[in-house]
């Protein structure tokens, strides 16, 4: 199985502040990557695909970058709407797995 | 609009049964890939099972195969979970997904999820 290991798993920031996340694969896997967000006691939401596709109707400060084995998903300006956690997931190897998720809380 | 609705999570003791419904509106769920993927208390992401469009295929995670079974009707646009043998662990929110219509198995749309707790 692949394994997807996501840094940090929590941090801290400003309304405003420019974000990155980071999801390393255990092996290559092309940009076979997603990255969703899911607020406290709702379902995620689908933010990118083919790990810099940016969804229908997300808005263009979400952006990711990446392929083989290390991705970023960035904010470039955090607004008060984002602070959630987002979770990265591979998408062609089964089982399918996901990142550990990582929280972004206000500072 | 699509619109996903579980229902059917509850209490049930261990080794007891639970069937989870996922009512779809919006689309057919003929024409896509069905998965569940569930979430214990406070922890990620993990895939369950999914089935194929027309229902000839099925997949499983290896922690639930032989005790969970997926299926649909796409008569009724419905999505199926059926579990047995439940254990504490499968503790978790179960929530039904649409595969999206690109390469890979990506999640477009899911549901709210349904909650289910194994204990005694």
């Known amino acids: 199985d692949i394994q997807l290991t996501q840094s940090p798993s929590f941090l801290s920031a400003s309304v405003g502040d420019r974000v990155t996340i980071t999801c390393r694969a255990s092996?290559?896997?092309?940009?076979?990557l997603a990255w969703y967000q899911q607020k406290s006691g709702k379902a995620p939401k689908l933010l990118i695909f083919?790990?810099?596709t940016l969804q229908s109707g997300v808005p263009s400060r979400f952006s990711g970058s990446g392929s083989g084995t290390e991705f970023t998903l960035t904010i470039s300006s955090l607004q008060p709407e984002d602070f959630a956690t987002y979770f990265c997931?591979?998408?062609?190897?089964?089982?399918?797995?996901f990142g550990g998720g990582t929280k972004v809380e206000i500072k | 609009e699509v619109q996903l609705v579980e229902s059917g999570g509850g209490l049930v003791q261990p080794g007891g049964s639970l069937r989870l419904s996922c009512a779809v509106s919006?689309?057919?769920?003929?024409?896509?890939?069905m998965h569940w993927v569930r979430q214990a208390p406070g922890k990620g992401l993990v895939w369950v099972a999914r089935?194929?469009?027309?229902?000839?295929?099925?997949d499983y995670a290896d922690s639930v195969k032989g005790r969970f079974t997926i299926s649909k009707d796409n008569a009724k646009n419905t999505l199926y979970l059926q579990m047995s043998s439940l254990r504490a662990d499968d503790t978790a929110v179960y929530y039904c997904?649409?595969?999206?219509?690109?390469?890979?198995?990506?999640?477009?749309?899911w549901g709210q999820g349904t909650q289910v707790t194994v204990s005694s």
């Open positions: 997904a649409r595969e999206a219509a690109v390469p890979g198995t990506v999640f477009d749309y």
């Open positions: 919006g689309f057919s769920c003929s024409n896509y890939w």
């Open positions: 089935i194929q469009a027309d229902g000839s295929r099925t």
């Open positions: 092996q290559g896997i092309s940009n076979s």
């Open positions: 083919a790990a810099s």
């Open positions: 997931q591979e998408l062609n190897n089964y089982p399918l797995t």
